[in-house]
């Protein structure tokens, strides 16, 4: 079995390849080849990779290579993991919003839309290089903002997953408070990407029992201090939403805290400055300590599941992941890309059943599943009037003088990475 990893050489790699050597059973890879045109970093990270595998006894092959079309030929799934414009990009992100008084992130908002009209481009023609090559492959996309960069995938006839690992931090959160085997832990997890709620915590499967009150009273303040939200909020919801919530349900706070503290963006560079010092390190062959606060606990654990699983191996039945609403929520278009649990197997990912959704919660899902539309056109087809429709739209946004601020802001600031600009 052969994957690719496109961004091969990020420094999120190394906790992918732990998961490889681990779980090899359950995905037995015979040959990773990881993709990148930073030749440094690649050497660095590959040869970290290949300790791994060594000292975990797989005897898969690794490669590196900056040749895409080399890379993903013959492979049986492509993984993508990129961030176009780099950390410096992200920087830019989390930074020139909060002039306009809102928030500054990188997967939402007015920085999110940045990084969509960025990535979405580079994904399809990366995406239409592995259908040339290799037509049966599945992309498995772990590239911000996911949901978008999915469903931009899907339209254009691809056969895609996106995945994310806040899901699978609740489960392994959850499973933990419970006392349970993550497997026996079944989420009635519900949205979209990075705008989600645990609606029920199972144990057994769908039709187990829903262990979230018990949780909730007895550890309702760690929950909600993990989150940034007050415990009182989550007695009133009765759901446990992911930390991205935050940014919609404290807006004003988070603005004001992030104009008082340097930059997540800042302190990823920091790390991945010192995490690439360890790496080139040849006495290191494991992941480092360090790598667990960058970012994307779990992933590999997830990314090996859903491969497995895509490929006809043994995967969970059972997994979150992104796709096609297909009225799997009636308020939505059939083609608005969820996140949800879903059934996977060699045919894709097809939504299970879902209860009605709140009011509430649903029309946050519809407001940010319009704005998700309005993005992906800006992003397909550029201009500014259309990027200024999607800022308008967003609920972080919504007001005309804002969006107009954002939008020649976000042209500014973005305009090497687009071509109509």
Known sequence: MKLAVVGGGS?????????????RDTLPVTELVLVDPAAERLELVGGLARRIFAKQGHDGRIVTTADLDAGVADADAVLLQLRVGGQAARQQDESWPLECGCVGQETTGAGGLAKALRTVPVVLDIAERVRRTNPNAWIIDFTNPVG?????????????????????????????????????????HIGLNHLTWERAV???????????????????????????LPRPLLDRLGVVPSYYLRYFYAHDEVVRELGTKPSRAAEVAAMERELLEMYGDP?????????????????????????????????????????????????????AVIETQAAVGAHGAAPLPVAPVDPLYAGLIAHVTAYEDLALQAALHGGRERVFKALLAHPLVGQYDSAEGLTDRLIAHNREHLAWA
Request: aromatic share 6%.
């Open 283 to 335: 006495a290191l062959d494991e992941k480092p300590a360090l790598l667990a606060r960058r970012g994307g606990a779990f992933y590999s654990e997830a990314a090996v599941d859903l491969a497995a699983s895509l490929l006809g191996g043994g995967g969970s039945a059972h997994q979150v992941v992104n796709t096609y609403n297909n009225g799997t929520l009636p308020f939505l278009p059939d083609d």
């Open 11 to 23: 420094t999120y790699t190394p906790e992918l390849i732990d998961g490889f050597a681990r779980l």
């Open 202 to 228: 199972r144990i057994g499967g769908p039709e187990g029992e829903d262990r979230l009150p018990g949780l909730l009273a007895e550890h309702g303040d760690a929950i909600a201090a993990d989150l940034h």
């Open 148 to 188: 978008i960069v999915t469903r931009a995938l899907l339209r254009a006839g691809h056969k895609a997953v996106g995945l994310c690992n806040v899901a699978i931090g609740f489960q392994r959160k959850f499973a933990k408070l419970l006392d349970a085997a993550p497997s026996e832990v079944h989420l009635d």
